[in-house]
């Protein structure tokens, strides 16, 4: 049975609402009534027919994230894959960049020390990205601090393959680092070709070398792709 949580959630990122207030009056509804439907943990299916009606939004995205958000835009029936008022064609339905998916957004701050296990992550919020973005072992993170401006600002999303510990020069990664938690670094292989240089974009953020085994350590995963707002 579908979690009531994730569908709210779609919903509330579907309509832009913010608050349970703000989507009681997209949905014509009192906020307690989204608080019943909370503790029953059971979405009416009127609430599907109102945000169909309103938006054309997909009542099976809705209830269990698959499938095309829209099914209505401009007037025209179809699969679209974004927003009504920016849709200009409908894509086929079943491909994976119309299917949404919702995900963790995980904080980069934790506590780790070479000499303890992985600290676990901490989800701060909740985001919903088209599936073809995120793979078996994809883990989203948003940047913290500006050490890698202006190619990636702080409060970007980064897509990280956990699954990918293999480095090649120049490839941004996400790694571990004592007092910091996660960071993001471009890798290079040193000169004497012993060791591995972690090189920030800022030029006053300095360089540092790691040799291979902490670096394995180390090592979350490569970042795949970004998504961040253009200055």
């Known amino acids: 049975m579908p979690d009531f949580n994730d569908i709210y959630e779609r919903m509330r990122i579907a309509t832009g609402c913010r608050t349970q207030m703000e989507l009681a009056d997209v949905l014509e509804i009192r906020q307690s009534s989204i608080s019943d439907a909370k503790r029953r943990d059971s979405v009416p299916g009127d609430w599907y027919m109102k945000l169909f009606d309103r938006f054309g939004l997909n009542p099976d995205w ?38 949404g998916q919702l995900v963790s957004v995980y904080d980069m701050r934790c506590d780790y020390s070479d000499r303890k296990a992985r600290p676990a992550l901490t989800s701060q919020r909740s985001v919903c990205l088209p599936m073809s973005c995120l793979g078996e072992k994809t883990v989203v993170l948003e940047m913290a601090g500006d050490n890698m401006r202006p190619v990636v600002t702080a409060g970007a999303l980064l897509g990280v393959d956990t699954g990918d510990a293999s480095v090649v020069s120049g490839k941004l990664y996400a790694l571990f680092a004592p007092h910091e938690g996660l960071i993001v670094r471009r890798i ?38 970004i998504f961040q707002e253009l200055a």
Request: glycine fraction near 10%; proline fraction near 7%; charge should be negative.
């Open 62 to 99: 809705l209830k269990q994230g698959v499938g095309p958000l829209y099914l209505r835009a401009n007037g025209q029936y179809g699969a679209f894959d974004a927003s009504a008022g920016l849709s200009e064609q409908a894509a086929a339905f079943g491909e994976p960049r119309t299917k």
């Open 188 to 225: 290079f292989l040193d000169e004497s070709q012993s060791g591995y240089l972690l090189r920030s974009e800022a030029p006053e953020f300095p360089e540092t070398h790691l040799q291979p085994d902490a670096l394995a350590k180390r090592l979350f995963g490569r970042i795949v792709w």
